[in-house]
């Protein structure tokens, strides 16, 4: 798919991998949406950036979320979406030493950031993209943001973990479900990457995760994942699959 003059909806385009998304392909002449509840970090955003519109809002709630996709469709149309919105909590196992365990409403929560909203988000653009013209590169792309914790494990985020992971069964499934309105749908699982989330980590966990690189032994650079977002939109071949970008990272505990 072309991404010179595509709509294009960006979520937890505020900061981090979203916002290096949302810059790249404003960059390469996309129609750009950018949605987060952050509204000063999609202020700041926007003053960097030549995007169309921001939307601020919660991802969990469906009206926002519809409010972000007539934002796209009022300035000319939805061709891909970029749900990089997500989130956990603090590192807790699900029974510590002391004898307690992990909070199930605080789990609740975490399912709804990165599991049902993600969904809500793929149900919503999809029915505004199968309006679309029909074309060799199909009417839309959805990508999801996973990670390699999902694919790997790491210790006290079985929230995070759990629902990461289940976004790439979720991928499979919906490809298959859109392919007849010709809908790609693919994940991306990123290992380490130099963003806020990466820096609000307690120190020995951060330790740890140095003594995971491979190589290159560094944190990743958002725009080496917006890079990848750029490819997999563009290679129509791509579908109904994650791609790892973790430069050989493997998690251990």
Known sequence: MQIDGAGVLVTGAASGLGSATAARFAGLGARVVAFDRDDKGLSR?????????????????????????????????????????????APRRVLSRSGSM???????????????????????????MAGNDDSPSGRGVI?????????????????????????????????????????????IAPGVFDTPMYAALPDPIKEQRRRDFVFPARAGAPDEFARLVQHVVENDYLNADCIRIDAGMRMHQ
């Open 45 to 89: 955003l926007a003053r960097e950036s030549a995007l169309a519109a921001t939307v601020t809002g919660d991802l969990t709630l469906p009206d926002d979320v519809a409010r972000a996709l007539d934002a796209a469709r009022s300035i000319g149309g939805l061709d891909v979406v970029v749900n990089c919105a997500g989130g956990g909590s």
């Open 102 to 128: 992990i909070d199930l409403d605080e789990w609740r929560s975490v399912v709804d950031v990165n599991l049902v909203a993600a969904l809500d988000v793929s149900r919503q653009a999809a029915r505004t």
């Open 143 to 187: 990508v999801h943001v996973s990670s390699i914790a999902a694919l790997d494990g790491s210790l006290g985020v079985s929230a995070y973990a759990a629902t990461k992971g289940g976004l790439v069964p979720l991928v499979h499934t919906m490809a298959r479900d859109l392919a007849p309105w010709g809908i790609r749908v693919m994940a």
